[in-house]
Every structure is written in structure tokens, then in C-alpha cells.
């Protein structure tokens, strides 16, 4: 008869077993974890869905150098303009959510829902809210060759009544802060203007300083250095803190309109079901960066931003108190880009 020998093994084999095992395990059960572990291990990208040289894209790029030394890995702009930053928000959304997909949203995005019947996101729950960067103020602005002999915003109200055509202004876009201030400031004033929307702040200033149109409720960012060049003139600031960039201009509040204090604001998005890790992580640097790196100040303040960071809590909120106040204008004025 044929015997079998059974070998037994030994203890210290068992226990090499049970740690394979467990491992194996603990990896199955884990695997976001363990991918988590390495991030960032390769370059992110960084979407602006507003054109190159605008105040979203400008305060982006300035973010997006310091992000890209703290992390290690290049975060690289990709701007995908159009429809009021609809066009490059909507397809963001949809991006991957693994922490390698970043967005810089700005004001105007924040209300092209109410004006594109067929925009494909909604501000309150299609991507996660990460950090204010930055708040942007804004500046009723003039070229003073189309409009002349004026130097205060009382000034402008009086040669838009006594145009025999209305007078056009024109903003960064159909729904932006820029036109929705403008056309709440025509009602309270009792004046009109013709708004002429432009597909960003950059190319409305172009044509502002063409002399294609005469009156422009800007974005800082955009129109500064015209203004300093001479080329422009501000005659009121939509808030209180735009005095840090322009000191010698009076805010519309000054000028006879108690209240009417507001910036434009932007900040960093993810899309849905991006790890928390990597949230917390992107939010914990951009506190840094934006509260404590002066040199990213000087610089937003060069360009016409102020650093101001808001963790995604608060940013949710003010996005969600903002979308609430300005589309009371926009659905009371019938405000639509069709």
C-alpha cells in the first residue's frame, strides 16, 4: 500500500500567508486609498472657461504657478471660453473626479443657467466648491474720446439723458456682473443705456479702447492698466474695496446710490466624488497660497484682484446667496442670451 506524506507547514509560513492575505485584502477593499496615496503624481489641469488675458484667466494662471510649486506637479491652464463661461463649465463637470481636474470658476457662469435654456449644469449641485482665490472689484469705465466731458458717474447719468439715442455700454457678457450692475444702477438712477454684450472682458476692452463703444462696467483686472496708461478713465468703483487699486475714484455708493457695494468674485471647483483627501489637501493649500504668500497678492493686486479665501463651505454659500440675489434681476429684467 502507497502512503502519502502530509506535509505541515510550518508557523512562520502561516504567518507569511495571513500577511499576504491580509494585504490582498485590505488592497481590494481600499483601492481609492491607495490611489490617493500618491497624489498629485502627475500634472493637473486647470480649466478657465473664459477667454486667455480675462480676470478669471489672469487670477488663474497666478494660482495655478503657486499650486504647481506646492505640489509638486505642473497645474496647467486649458481655457475653453464661450456662452458666458457655460460652454467650458459644462464640460468640466463631466471631467474626471480624481483630483487631476481643477476649474477657476468665475461670476458670470454663475447665471448663465438662467439665461441658456439648454445650459447643462446647476450651480447648487453639479461640482464641489473648494476656495475663494480672490474677489474682483469692478469699475464703471469711459473712453473719454467717445465720451466726453465726463469725469463722475453723476456725469455720465446727465450725457446719457441727453443723448438722442440711447448710449451703449457694454461688460464681459450676456448675465455678467458687469451688465446685471449696470442695468439695476439704470433703475435706480432713472437713465438708459443699450447694453452690447462681448464673449469676455478682454475683447470688450479692446473695443472700448477702439472707441467702438463708450462705456464699459468693468472688470479691474481687465481695464487697469488702461486706466493707468490714460487711456481709460474710471468714474465710480462698484465697492469699497476697489479703493486699494484705484485710491482717487469714488465708489457709486459715493456718488448718490447708498448700498450699491459689490464685487465679483472667483474660486476653485472640483467635480462631484472627488476624494475628500484631495478636496481638504486643495483647499488646505490654497488657504496658504492666498493668505499668506505676498508676492501671489502683489500680483493680484497688480493685475486688479484682491486675495480673499473662503474654505468650499463658505464659497457654496456666498455661490448659492449670490445665484439667489442676481437672478432676481435677471428674471425681473427678462435677461436671456437666446
Not at 443657467?113 to 439648454?118: R, V
Not at 454684450?197 to 473695443?207: C, I, L, N, T
Not at 464659497?315 to 428674471?331: E, F, G
Given at each position: ?8 507547514a510550518?508557523?512562520?509560513?502561516r504567518?507569511?500567508?495571513?500577511k499576504a ?10 483601492p ?20 486667455a ?21 505642473q497645474?496647467?491652464i ?9 460652454i ?11 483630483g ?5 470658476f ?18 447648487k ?15 464703471i ?5 467717445v465720451v ?22 457694454t ?5 455678467s ?15 438708459d443705456m ?14 472700448l479702447?477702439?472707441?467702438?463703444i463708450?462705456v464699459?462696467?468693468?472688470?479691474v483686472?481687465?481695464a487697469?492698466?488702461h486706466?493707468?496708461?490714460?487711456k ?11 479703493k486699494?487699486?484705484l485710491p482717487g475714484?469714488?465708489t ?8 450699491f457695494?459689490?464685487d465679483?468674485?472667483g474660486g ?10 484631495i478636496?481638504?489637501?486643495l ?11 505676498k508676492?501671489?497678492?502683489q ?14 463651505k ?25
Open positions: 500500500m502507497k502512503h502519502t506524506t502530509i506535509r505541515t510550518t508557523s512562520a509560513q504567518r507569511q500567508w495571513l492575505g491580509a494585504a490582498a485584502s485590505l488592497a481590494a477593499m481600499m481609492a486609498a491607495f490611489a490617493k496615496a500618491g497624489w498629485p503624481d502627475k500634472y493637473i489641469k486647470m480649466v478657465v472657461a473664459f477667454p488675458g480675462g480676470p478669471t484667466d489672469t487670477a488663474a494662471r497666478i494660482l495655478a504657478q503657486k499650486l504647481s510649486e506646492r505640489l509638486g506637479q497645474v496647467v486649458e481655457n475653453k471660453p464661450g456662452a458666458s463661461g457655460s467650458g463649465t459644462a464640460s468640466f463637470i463631466k471631467s474626471a473626479a480624481d487631476y481636474n481643477l476649474s477657476m468665475g461670476m458670470p457662469a454663475l447665471l448663465a443657467p438662467l439665461m441658456y435654456k439648454n445650459n447643462a449644469y446647476d450651480v449641485k453639479d461640482f464641489l466648491s473648494v476656495a475663494t482665490v480672490y474677489v474682483l472689484p469692478m469699475a469705465v469711459i473712453n473719454p474720446n466726453p466731458n465726463v469725469d463722475t458717474l453723476p456725469d455720465l447719468i446727465r450725457f446719457a439723458k441727453a443723448s438722442k439715442t440711447p448710449l451703449n455700454y461688460s464681459s457678457g450676456t448675465g456682473f458687469g451688465h446685471l450692475a449696470m442695468e439695476q444702477l439704470k433703475d435706480l438712477g432713472g437713465f443699450q447694453h452690447v454684450p462681448y464673449k469676455g472682458s478682454a475683447p470688450a476692452v479692446s473695443d479702447l477702439g472707441g467702438q463708450g464699459m462696467f468693468a472688470d483686472v481687465a487697469l492698466p486706466i493707468r496708461a490714460g481709460l478713465k474710471a468714474i465710480a468703483l462698484s465697492s469699497q474695496n476697489a486699494v487699486l475714484v469714488k457709486v455708493s459715493d456718488q448718490g446710490f447708498p448700498n457695494d459689490f465679483s468674485w476653485l471647483i472640483v467635480p462631484l466624488d472627488t476624494p475628500q483627501s478636496v481638504d489637501r483647499t488646505s493649500e490654497t488657504r496658504d497660497i492666498v493668505t499668506t504668500d508676492e501671489l497678492q500680483k493680484l493686486v497688480t493685475a486688479g484682484a484682491i486675495a480673499s479665501f473662503q474654505d468650499g463658505q464659497t457654496q454659500a456666498r455661490l448659492n446667496k449670490d445665484y439667489d440675489r442676481w437672478s432676481a434681476i435677471v428674471k425681473a429684467k427678462g435677461i436671456s442670451a437666446l
